[in-house]
């Protein structure tokens, strides 16, 4: 079995009540049960957020070499945006 450790934490009164909602229903066997699930999505969600920075970062990187230097004429291009996007509507 791995090292486990004892952590005491607190909770607002309403996320205590959904937890203990959740055990009562059945969704899970015990409160820490409940806690390390929600404690595994947290792990999870933190490692695709630095992956979606690391795909950002490639992304710009490979724009940065491969793309248009200089200024830009952002009403002239939302202009173009928009009139490409009636063309696409329309047929």
């Given amino acids: ?44 969600r933190r490692q695709m957020r630095g992956l979606d920075r690391d795909a950002l970062r490639r992304a710009w990187d490979e724009g940065k070499a491969n793309g248009f230097a200089g200024t830009h004429d952002m009403r002239k291009l939302l202009a173009e945006t928009k009139a490409e996007a009636r063309r696409r509507k329309r047929g």
């Fill in 1 to 44: 079995m791995a090292d486990i450790e004892r952590m005491t934490i607190v909770f607002p009164e309403q996320m205590a009540a959904e937890i203990r909602a959740t055990v009562k229903a059945g969704e899970y066997a015990s409160t820490s049960e409940a806690v390390r699930d929600g404690v595994r999505l947290w792990r999870e």
